[in-house]
């Protein structure tokens, strides 16, 4: 099973990197590990993905320690629009029984 | 493409009473899933539909039935609503991919409530 661990909430300012960490100490070795954030108000959306290897695409970045324990979203400048919250999903056990992480509630200043 | 559909938006219930929440996808995904996000948490797994006529039990399928109709088409239904089922239902598609990969399609929500 996936157990997810992630901050509870993070805040940033405007133009600014930032980190969102997510332990994922029981992860399978072949398991994606995949991002998603949450808008006020809207249905989650996918941010990111990857498997062993560090992934950049046009909404992040995603750092993946090397035993695979932990994963980093990265977005590069933070905008006002990405306030949100931003979850780290897992598998548990087989199949398509995916466990989303608690999420970190991420707050922009200006 | 209109994406992932849900059905109503608003509901409000009576403890006992029942109703069925529709979802739709036009995205041509193998995969339909049902959460729940209650005030504050995080979604929780209901129930999911890895393909036609095949559903699987999530982390919180107590007090639920599913129905996947067709390819396109999965229903969540609550039989004997409680207060303790108050909460936002999101339905989301995919189409899985190698080891995995799974980017889910969420749709609008549906925000229940049971007095």
């Known amino acids: 099973d996936a157990k997810t661990t992630q901050p509870n909430s993070m805040e940033s300012n405007e133009e600014e990197p930032v980190h969102l960490p997510c332990n994922h100490s029981?992860?399978?070795?072949?398991?994606?590990i995949h991002w998603y954030r949450q808008l006020p108000s809207q249905g989650p959306e996918y941010v990111i993905h990857?498997?062993?290897s560090n992934v950049n695409n046009r909404m992040a970045s995603l750092a993946i320690a090397e035993d695979r324990k932990s994963s980093t979203l990265i977005l590069h400048r933070a905008t006002l629009r990405d306030a949100a919250v931003y979850y780290c999903?897992?598998?548990?056990?087989?199949?398509?029984?995916?466990?989303f992480g608690p999420g970190t509630r991420l707050s922009v200043l200006p | 493409n209109a994406g992932v559909t849900q059905t109503p938006k608003f509901q409000v219930l009576k403890t006992g009473q029942s109703m069925t929440l529709q979802c739709a996808q036009d995205?041509?995904?193998?995969?339909m899933y049902w959460y729940r996000q209650d005030p504050g948490m995080g979604l929780r797994l209901i129930y999911y539909?890895?393909?036609?006529?095949?559903?699987d039990k999530g982390e919180v399928p107590n007090g639920y039935n599913v129905s996947r109709l067709n390819k396109r088409e999965f229903s969540l239904r609550l039989e004997s609503a409680a207060p303790s089922q108050t909460s936002v239902y999101f339905c989301a598609s995919s189409q899985e991919g190698l080891a995995g990969y799974n980017e889910q399609f969420f749709g609008p929500g549906t925000r229940l409530t049971v007095l």
């Open positions: 539909s890895a393909s036609e006529g095949t559903t």
């Open positions: 995205m041509n995904h193998n995969s």
């Open positions: 990857g498997l062993t």
């Open positions: 029981t992860i399978s070795g072949t398991d994606y």
């Open positions: 999903m897992g598998r548990r056990g087989y199949g398509q029984n995916f466990v």
